[in-house]
């Protein structure tokens, strides 16, 4: 399934700056939803995807409308995207990358970690059926959550080559919820009412 955003809307221009100017949230995201600018998203539950221009947002979703994976792509790059529980009192990136670090050169993958715009992230290159595929690892800690993002295409190797898919990071509001959840449990993810009565629907009709 795939929503296409193919404008973007001077509001969350707008928005970003009465945040700004009014307040001490950040300024850029991903955001903490208590502190978010307005500006049109899609949401999707724990994610918000801001609308930038051209970029398409592809979802993997169960019959229940429960969503298993989240890919932004942008011609021939994508961005997938993940939202964790994390604690309250500390990050989990760093042990997050590690593992991941011991995964990938567990498989063969060639790694290396490296300084972005966003602190420390991962740089691979995986073997996969068509051939090696290169893969650069960002995470992002938030309040009780992390994001964690996996650029891939030339922005996987070139960063200033993801420019829609870092701003669409740069807007992504995280809706945490307050229960109680473990660390590093995937927060939930759905699709929009609509969509999902659309795609049941549709299921019953081809029944």
């Known amino acids: 399934m795939i929503f296409s955003r193919k404008r973007a809307d001077e509001a969350r221009d707008n928005g ?18 208590s502190e978010a600018p307005e500006a049109p998203r ?7 995807i801001p609308a930038v221009p051209d970029v398409e947002v ?5 019959p229940q409308g429960v969503i298993q994976q989240v890919v932004l792509v942008h011609g021939q790059n994508a961005l997938q ?4 529980a994390a604690p ?3 990050g989990i990136w760093d042990e997050v990358r590690e593992e991941i670090r011991q995964s990938l050169t567990a498989d063969g ?7 972005g ?10 073997r996969t059926p068509d051939g090696p595929t290169d893969l650069r690892f960002v995470g992002i800690d938030g309040p009780r959550w992390m994001v964690r993002g996996v650029f891939q295409g030339v922005a996987a190797i070139d960063a200033a080559a993801a420019g829609p898919l870092t701003a669409c ?6 809706d945490r919820g307050q229960e109680a959840k473990p660390v590093r449990e995937p927060l939930p993810l759905r699709l929009p009412r609509e969509v999902a009565e659309q795609q049941a629907d549709a299921g019953q009709q081809e029944v």
């Open 16 to 33: 970003v700056l009465d945040a700004e100017e009014t307040s001490s949230a950040p300024d850029r995201g991903p955001y903490d939803v």
């Open 42 to 48: 899609l949401d999707l539950g724990s994610l918000q």
């Open 58 to 62: 592809r979802v993997q979703a169960d």
């Open 81 to 84: 995207l993940g939202v964790f």
């Open 88 to 90: 309250r009192s500390e």
């Open 109 to 115: 993958a060639t790694v290396q970690e490296a300084d």
């Open 117 to 126: 715009e966003r602190g420390p992230e991962l740089r691979a290159r995986v």
């Open 169 to 174: 990071l740069d807007g992504l509001v995280v």
